[in-house]
């Protein structure tokens, strides 16, 4: 269940020596195919790598782990939220099959690397060591107040969990850029404006990845999401999105 994943994932940066198997390749194969993307004309491309192999494709600052996944992407308006937005439907998968995983958004393409695209950001996974166990409580997260997140009304009985699962999704240095706005069954998506430039791609990310949470949490519930943009939404201090409705999904 997402909820129950949702809840244990951490970003792990200490891995065991335990290899995975050739089905267990396969099957994160098959669960990179099965993601869905925010936007369907996306161009998004994922390279399993191994430990062994990674300095030959990515340079600077990235977790050591046994395996990676490259992501690339098409330059087009709102890729790096749609890879986001991909990217943390995995981690969740991972986490519900035992494996550990984090973002790392300090690295860079090799010289020589032949990383399809746009590069956008490097997994790392494994099995985690057991000093890295998966968490056990949402008190485990180091998160700002529920309040903090919301922008004009702070209480809407049914958006309300939406939001506080969005509150758990990770974000680059843990700046938790992204901000919400509840009005019926509607939320208007928002993300700080960036302190520093070099930000500005993470932070972009990061909006996908509370997104998806988002996402993942209707999809269990049995409802679906209507993306939109609302030319009427706008705030001078944050960058805005997008839009969504939360629907009862008719196939329920």
Request: one cysteine or more.
């Amino acid at each position: 269940m997402f909820t129950q994943a949702a809840l244990q994932r951490r970003s792990v940066r200490n891995y065991s020596d335990l290899k995975f198997s050739d089905a267990l390749k396969a099957q994160i194969a098959q669960a990179v195919k099965a993601l869905i993307p925010l936007y369907d004309d996306a161009v998004t491309n994922f390279k399993f790598c191994p430990a062994n192999m990674i300095r030959d494709e990515i340079k600077g600052n990235i977790v050591k782990a046994p395996y990676y996944i490259i992501v690339s992407a098409k330059k087009a308006d709102g890729y790096l939220e749609n890879v986001g937005y991909m990217m943390e439907q995995l981690v969740i998968w991972l986490t519900q099959n035992g494996i550990g995983s984090c973002y790392c958004g300090m690295g860079r393409p090799a010289s020589g690397s032949d990383i399809s695209d746009e590069y956008c950001i490097t997994l790392a996974l494994g099995f985690p060591s057991e000093k890295e166990a998966f968490r056990t409580a949402p008190e485990q997260f180091k998160r700002k107040a529920f309040e903090s997140y919301l922008l004009g009304d702070k209480e809407n009985d049914f958006l309300e969990p939406y939001i506080r699962y969005a509150r758990l999704a990770p974000s680059a240095i843990n700046a938790q850029p992204v901000m919400f706005e509840m009005a019926g069954n509607a939320v208007h998506v928002y993300r700080k404006k960036p302190h520093f430039s070099k930000l500005e791609k993470m932070q972009r990310i990061d909006t996908g990845i509370a997104l998806s949470h988002i996402f993942m949490y209707a999809r269990e519930q049995g409802y679906h999401i209507d993306y939109f943009k609302d030319s009427n939404t706008g705030n001078d201090r944050y960058i805005y999105f997008i839009s969504l409705n939360i629907l009862e999904d008719s196939n329920e």
